[in-house]
């Protein structure tokens, strides 16, 4: 008779036997990929990958310490619970010889990337000091250890301040994007000096500091139609775009993740840090750090469609604006209708039953019950992800911070350093055609520092804008509560409440020395606050809100403002400390 102890022994071994035989690890260096010899390791990562995704185990890709040269980039399709691993952000490099998309995963489940930096070879920008310009090109002396790199497309110029080490702020903050000349790329025209051609004349002058951007656009990791998607212990110093891009990503966890540049350049990503279109249930990002990128923290939106045709009561013909991959969406999903001169108004909602692709930038949707819609009115996946941010910081960025077109968010214990604009922004845009209008917002224990001082100002460190601006609000629900903000020399002001519904401020410390109000209100209704502390040492504040002057924008058109002086008169210690 066999006791529990010895039952118990055989169910571990056969515990372990089962882990063993349901999941492995592939090293890259059993397929050709070793690090620090400078050969191509591109194609023996792949087949390491293939493999992986071939087999129906739980496999783990390790990469041993030291550098990794890619020449091109590597698609994951359909892979199931796999992870890319590396030793350790400072251990395991993965190095992009060419401009490129590293990693390009699709259509795969449970994709974990952790524990490794990525970095490019050559650099996607430059930057220097001009010293001459025309209408038809800029020369640049090169700043080490910048570059002066041939033969490439400059795509944009914004001016940069090597002091501040970020984006130029102040009055001149301004940049320029081009279509570059056609077969015309940048030369060297005396050492160290690189020659950039102009599509046009910009503002720029002599003895100015700006940082140009280089084509083409690639992202580090571009993935779509990913189902639990966690990106660990990982960090990027340059990107030729944007650093991470998700577009209908469901279940997305984001930690310890990073993009910082090499000591002594101007640039990181040329664009956002984290960029995640039309996902879906949950979003969590913590612990995390945005540093010197072309433009936004984190991008958190949906994608506008417009209806083109009715074909019945169930059936419509739904339209892309600019590519058909925003229309790839699954059965069951419910699409949220706006009309066409409310576009941020939503009027109703319809779960697809079916769809097929209507080329070449249309599908064709049947839904589950009758739809009433009329031809140009606007759809959006009406299922925007719950979005929590924990210890996340963007500093010194060229745009803002963070810009939130999605509904239920926490944001706390963040830091927002030097944003050149707003720090939060709320800003659903028919420009971008980017959706879907802000709601049930907390944005507490966090630290704003000189933020909205350069390029892209808004009327205030926190911004509600949509674009365009509405008669009617829009943008519901934001709490902001029990967070220091200290002002910089040109901040505009602590908040743009532009068609926005229910908006309360308490428990805020705010250091000013800004002559402008505080709060700036265009067409809103209930902008409320209490128990805040004014520290304002330059006695510069003269009236805490105003009423925005711009046409859209009228008086009778808001309500329910409550913002007396006491609101603004407690004397408490900064909740949040700067350090």
């Not at 401009?99 to 489940?109: D, G, K, V, Y």
């Not at 990002?285 to 209806?307: I, R, T």
């Not at 996946?381 to 924990?390: D, S």
């Not at 520092?449 to 390029?455: A, K, L, T, V, Y």
């Amino acid at each position: 008779m066999v006791n529990n102890n010895m039952k118990f022994f055989f169910l571990v071994i056969l515990y372990i036997h089962f882990i063993c035989v349901s999941s492995r690890t592939i090293f890259v260096s059993e397929y050709g990929a070793y690090p620090n010899d400078g050969i191509d390791d591109t194609k023996a990562i792949q087949s390491a990958i293939d493999a992986a995704i071939q087999s129906t185990l739980t496999t783990t890709i390790n990469f041993g310490s030291g550098i990794y040269n890619l020449s091109s980039t590597i698609a994951i399709n359909n892979a199931t619970n796999l992870a890319i691993t590396g030793q350790g952000m400072n251990q395991t490099f993965l190095v992009g010889n060419v401009p490129m998309l590293i990693f390009w995963p699709q259509f795969s489940t449970g994709l974990t990337f952790r524990g490794f930096t990525v970095d490019f070879d050559p650099l996607p920008f430059t930057g220097g000091y001009i010293v001459n310009i025309t209408d038809n090109y800029l020369d640049l002396q090169v700043q080490a250890p910048h570059r002066t790199d041939i033969g490439r497309q400059v795509l944009g110029i914004h001016r940069f301040d090597p002091v501040e080490m970020r984006p130029a702020f102040g009055p001149n903050t301004y940049e320029i994007y081009q279509v570059p000349p056609v077969n015309v790329t940048t030369s060297v025209v005396s050492p160290g000096v690189l020659r950039i051609p102009l599509a046009f004349r910009p503002k720029f002058t002599v003895g100015e500091a700006v940082v140009a951007i280089y084509g083409p656009r690639n992202d580090v990791i571009h993935a779509h139609d990913i189902t639990d998607l966690t990106i660990q212990s990982v960090a990027f110093r340059t990107s030729w775009y944007m650093g991470l891009v998700v577009i209908r990503g469901r279940r997305i966890t984001i930690s310890d993740y990073h993009i910082k540049p090499h000591d002594g350049l101007w640039l990181s990503a040329n664009a956002d840090c984290i960029h995640l279109s039309d996902a879906r249930e949950y979003i969590h990002l913590s612990d995390s750090k945005c540093e010197m990128q072309g433009d936004d923290g984190l991008n958190v939106h949906s994608q506008y469609f417009v209806v083109t045709e009715i074909l019945n009561s169930t059936t419509l013909i739904v339209s892309a604006f600019n590519w058909t991959d925003p229309l790839n969406i699954d059965d069951g999903t419910v699409l949220e209708f706006s009309y066409n001169n409310e576009p941020f108004t939503p009027y109703g909602t319809a779960t697809v039953a079916s769809s097929t692709f209507s080329p070449p930038t249309s599908r064709i949707f049947t839904f589950t019950s009758s739809v009433n819609v009329s031809i140009g009115d606007y759809a959006c996946v009406g299922e925007p992800p719950a979005l929590t941010i924990r210890n996340f910081t963007v500093e010194r960025n060229r745009a803002r911070g963070i810009l939130l077109e999605t509904r239920n968010v926490d944001v706390r214990n963040c830091v927002f350093n030097r944003t050149s604009g707003a720090a939060v922004l709320f800003q659903p845009s028919l420009y971008w055609h980017e959706s879907i209008t802000g709601r049930n917002v907390t944005l507490a224990n966090n630290l704003y520092i000189n933020n909205n001082e350069g390029i892209g100002q808004f009327r205030g460190i926190i911004a509600v804008s949509p674009d365009p601006l509405q008669p009617i609000p829009v943008i519901n629900d934001i709490r902001i509560e029990s967070s220091s903000f200290y002002f910089g020399n040109y901040s505009q002001g602590l908040l743009e409440g532009s068609n926005a519904n229910n908006i309360y401020l308490t428990g805020n410390y705010l250091s000013t020395n800004t002559t402008n109000p505080l709060i700036t209100i265009c067409n809103s209704r209930n902008i409320t606050a209490s128990n805040n502390t004014v520290i304002d040492s330059q006695g510069k504040l003269n009236q805490y809100f105003e009423y925005d002057q711009r046409s859209v924008c009228q008086v009778n058109r808001s309500s329910l403002i409550d913002l007396p002086p006491s609101a603004f008169n407690s004397s408490f210690a900064p909740p949040v400390l700067f350090n």
